[in-house]
Each structure stands twice: as C-alpha cells, then as structure tokens.
C-alpha cells in the first residue's frame, strides 16, 4: 500500500507539513510526498491580497490528479486561499478513479471541515500524527476506520464527526521524528511535471 502526500500552497518551507509527512513516512515508508507551488509564487503582495492563488492549468491540475492518484491513501493539505485549488484536483481524481480515498488536512480543514468534508472523503480536524496512525491502522486492517478520533468521514449523504485528541504534549512532541527534508522529495513545475527538489527551489 502507498501512501501519496501533497501541500498545495506557494511556500515549501511548510513546517505543518513537513512534520506531518514525517511522522507518517516513519510509520509507513512507502509513503511519496511533492509540494505543488500555485500562482503567487514569490510575491508577497500577491499572497496578502489572495490574488493569483489556484492559477494553475487544466494541464497542470491533470499531472498534479495522475501523480496523486498513484497512491491508496491520498492526503492534501492547504490553507484557505489554495482550497479552490485543491478542489479542482479532488474532482480530477474522482474522474481518474472514484474510489480513491482523499483526506484533506492542514490549515483549511481545521477552520472549515464543513467546507473540506464535501469534496475530500476525510478531513483531519486538529493535530493529525496521532490520529493518522490511528486511521492507517483500522485502515489497513480492514476495520471500521471511521471510529478514527480527529476525523470527520463522509459516508453518502451524512457527515461523521468524531472527537477531537487531546493537544500533544511536551514529551510527546520532542518524541516526534525531525522534520522531513528528504532527497526524494518532489516539487510541481508548470508544463513538467515532478522533479526532486534541489536548493535552487529553495531559494
């Protein structure tokens, strides 16, 4: 089973992310994530006034949807101003196999699950490591996943709302692996597709 993880916003830098997909590539190795910059890139007045966020192609959001699409489990995670972006590439995904299951995480589900939980078949509602091994466990195990705390779950036309973890604490965050700066990890270029990262992206 693979697990395939994107951020869907400008910044690579994201440290929300980066833990995240730390944790869960420690708890499941064969775990690919990418960072898919959108149409504000290095500027910050166009971040500021949320203009020119989601200025991808049709092209662009197909390769982002066929990438993704390669995984078992697919998560996204955002902040509000990318979401009609990662919108766009859910129902791509739903075209190339309706039966992916999508999670959306990050700073968008937190503030609107309501919102994320009509395109996305899970929406992470507060701190996801703890939660997430929780769900990959029943998930993989073939058990009822939906009783994963920190998840709301769509199922038809209901929306399953499950309690919240308790905040980590202290220990248990120093305990987390290192943020994840790997050499495999992947970037979206516009017309290109996916490459690794290198310094000049950072930069």
Not at 9 to 16: H, P
Not at 40 to 45: A, D, E, T
């Amino acid at each position: 089973m693979e697990i395939r993880l994107a951020c869907v916003e400008d910044g690579i830098e994201n440290y929300g992310f980066r833990k995240i997909s730390s944790f869960i590539k420690s708890i499941h190795p064969q775990t690919k994530m990418a960072y898919v910059p959108t149409g504000n890139l290095r500027s910050i007045i166009k971040v500021l006034t949320e203009k020119g966020a989601g200025d991808l192609k049709d092209s662009d959001i197909l390769s982002v949807a066929e990438f993704l699409n390669e995984g078992d489990v697919i998560g996204i995670c955002s902040m509000t101003q990318y979401s009609k972006t990662v919108k766009r590439i859910i129902a791509q995904i739903r075209i190339l196999n309706p039966k992916s299951f999508i999670i959306w995480g990050g700073i968008h589900a937190i503030v609107h699950p309501e919102d994320a939980i009509k395109h996305a078949d899970a929406v992470c509602t507060g701190e996801g490591e703890f939660a997430f091994e929780t769900f990959l466990d029943l998930f993989k195990s073939g058990k009822e996943f939906k009783t994963a705390p920190s998840f709301w779950f769509r199922e038809n036309e209901e929306i399953i709302k499950n309690r919240n973890l308790p905040l980590m604490t202290p220990r248990q965050m120093d305990n987390l692996p290192p943020l994840l700066y790997d050499d495999k990890e992947l970037i979206y270029q516009r017309g290109d597709g996916f490459k690794k990262i290198n310094h000049n992206d950072f930069i």
